[in-house]
Antibody, heavy 114, light 110 residues
Framework: QVQLVQSGAEVKKPGASVKVSCKASGYTFTSYGISWVRQAPGQGLEWMGWISAYNGNTNYAQKLQGRVTMTTDTSTSTAYMELRSLRSDDTAVYYC???????WGQGTLVTVSS | SYELTQPPSVSVSPGQTARITCSGDALPKQYAYWYQQKPGQAPVLVIYKDSERPSGIPERFSGSSSGTTVTLTISGVQAEDEADYYC?????????????FGGGTKLTVL
């Protein structure tokens, strides 16, 4: 069965960077794109961007342009999301999801605190 | 920026029908997807492409579309259906996926 397994929780200081991984199994990795979605405590879902696992093309949410980078490693079927210049309002659970949303990772809590 | 509008909350008694709406100008041109999210869990897709149901999702979940509004209907609501529900679609512009989420609707089973 399809599984997306994400890396563990992170605690970062303001201004630092975080890189979250999402390891896929149970399907042909390069046949589907991966979206990243985050959810701040008590808030709704926010789409962060998308990456094609086939050719690496990306599309980022406008509000995160310049701070986020999404990449993939096809040799390990793993997608990565790096967010830089972290602020307190980046504190959230970060999810990866396989297009078009059938399968999601378990979520990674990123806490930004001084 | 493009927005999808959902009611913040819907309440129904067990066995009744719950309807959750989602409105957006691009919905006539873009498919809608519905997710169920329970506390502390990742979202689960319950409807895709407006009205298709993934395998494993109970038949009481259905979706429909009319103009700029899509509706998630849960017939014969059960206590286990209490959750947050999010609609998701795409901005009609651009070549690559560009997801947009509604604000979410909290379904309370009385």
């Amino acid at each position: 069965q399809v599984q997306l397994v994400q890396s563990g929780a992170e605690v970062k200081k303001p201004g630092a960077s975080v890189k979250v991984s999402c390891k896929a199994s149970g399907y042909t990795f390069t046949s589907y794109g991966i979206s990243w979605v985050r959810q701040a405590p008590g808030q709704g879902l926010e789409w962060m961007g998308w990456i094609s696992a086939y050719n690496g093309n990306t599309n980022y949410a406008q509000k995160l342009q310049g701070r986020v980078t999404m990449t993939t490693d096809t040799s390990t079927s793993t997608a990565y999301m790096e967010l830089r210049s972290l602020r307190s309002d980046d504190t959230a659970v970060y999810y990866c999801a396989r297009d078009p949303g059938f399968d999601w990772g378990q979520g990674t809590l990123v806490t930004v605190s001084s | 920026s493009y927005e999808l509008t959902q009611p913040p909350s819907v309440s129904v008694s067990p066995g009744q029908t719950a309807r959750i709406t989602c409105s957006g100008d691009a919905l006539p041109k873009q498919y809608a997807y519905w997710y169920q999210q329970k506390p502390g869990q990742a979202p689960v897709l319950v409807i895709y492409k407006d009205s298709e149901r993934p395998s494993g999702i109970p038949e009481r979940f259905s979706g429909s579309s009319s103009g700029t509004t899509v509706t998630l209907t849960i017939s014969g609501v059960q206590a286990e259906d209490e959750a947050d529900y999010y609609c998701q679609s795409a901005d009609s512009s651009g070549t690559y996926p560009n997801w947009v989420f509604g604000g979410g609707t909290k379904l309370t089973v009385l």
